[in-house]
């Protein structure tokens, strides 16, 4: 009973932080672009979130009728549930951890690996050849950054010598890992918007050819489950980002959880989508062999520091 009420004090603030980081960013993309965004559901438009949730709510979902009605009901499920699952080892404070695991960086690593499923089974699913080139997409995009990911993981674990987060966050008490490792930082924050199909790589969803892609024919609380673990994962990634290279709680979490979102979304309003060629090329030829070179320079600095 402890266990649950445990984590509903995680997932009920996270589901209100999805909630209100896409009025944020309609907000923020409104002021960039010059014009006013939502402001008519509540004051300043602060009830939108909940207004757009209970239409969603309302609507009726639809499923193709040639479509496999039980996998296209499942894969929104999966990723959401993947998404959720994640969170259980982020420390949030010093103490604020659901579980404390030795080995949570690899947790965390392998259960976000495995969300690419429910991507893939939505768009063979949906029967659609503009869903199944999306989920083709996104797969063939989150394997090649999640290489370059996992290699600049490897800068951190050389450093802590640990895959515990929270042992991470307390060695960065006097100097935050952004200093000595700032390139592999760098490619870290890119490469995160890659695996979040985030602008200006979100060619998963590109409207113009895919017509949104693998959840194009998704609709009402279906689509919902999409959009739920696609906010909850970005939250999760700029965390992830924030507790590896900018020292966690030390020096306040939130603000610096608050700056990567606004950049995610300044990106967002800002760079053009690339081709889907030049994605795959920034991935293998230029994002993998800089972390691996990044990989090799710590391994070697640190080795001759032991000799």
Do not use: H
Request: glycine residues 6%; contains cysteine.
């Amino acid at each position: 009973m402890i266990s649950i009420l445990k984590f509903l004090s995680f997932l009920v603030p996270l589901l209100v932080a999805v909630a209100y980081l896409t009025l944020v960013e309609r907000k923020v993309l409104a002021a960039l672009q010059r014009r006013r965004g939502p402001n008519l559901v509540g004051f300043w438009g602060l009830l939108q979130p909940l207004a757009d949730g209970l239409k969603l709510f309302a609507k009726e979902t639809i499923i193709p009728s040639n479509a496999n009605s039980y996998i296209f009901f499942m894969a929104p499920l999966i990723t959401f549930a993947l998404s959720l699952i994640n969170w259980l080892v982020l420390p949030l404070d010093q103490g604020w951890v659901l579980v404390d695991l030795n080995l949570g960086l690899l947790y965390l690593f392998s259960f976000s690996s495995l969300s690419i499923y429910g991507i893939v089974l939505s768009g063979w699913s949906s029967n659609s050849k503009y869903a199944f080139l999306g989920s083709l997409r996104a797969s063939a995009q989150m394997i090649s950054y999640e290489i370059s990911i996992g290699i600049i993981l490897l800068n951190v674990i050389l450093c802590t010598g640990t895959l515990n987060l929270s042992k991470i966050v307390f060695l960065q008490e006097k100097m935050w890992y952004i200093v000595p490792l700032f390139p592999a930082a760098l490619l870290f924050f890119f490469s995160i918007l890659a695996e979040t199909n985030r602008p200006p790589f979100d060619l998963p969803e590109a409207e113009a050819e895919l017509v949104a892609g693998y959840i194009v024919e998704y609709s009402a609380m279906t689509f919902a489950f999409f959009f739920l673990a696609e906010y909850s994962n970005i939250i999760l990634m700029n965390l992830l980002f924030v507790v590896l290279f900018l020292g966690g709680w030390n020096g306040g979490l939130l603000w610096k959880m608050l700056i990567c979102l606004f950049v995610f979304i300044w990106i967002r309003a800002s760079l053009p989508r690339y081709r889907y060629d030049q994605l795959m090329t920034l991935g293998w030829k230029v994002f993998l062999p800089i972390s691996l070179a990044s990989f090799f320079f710590s391994a070697s600095f640190l080795f001759s520091f032991e000799g």
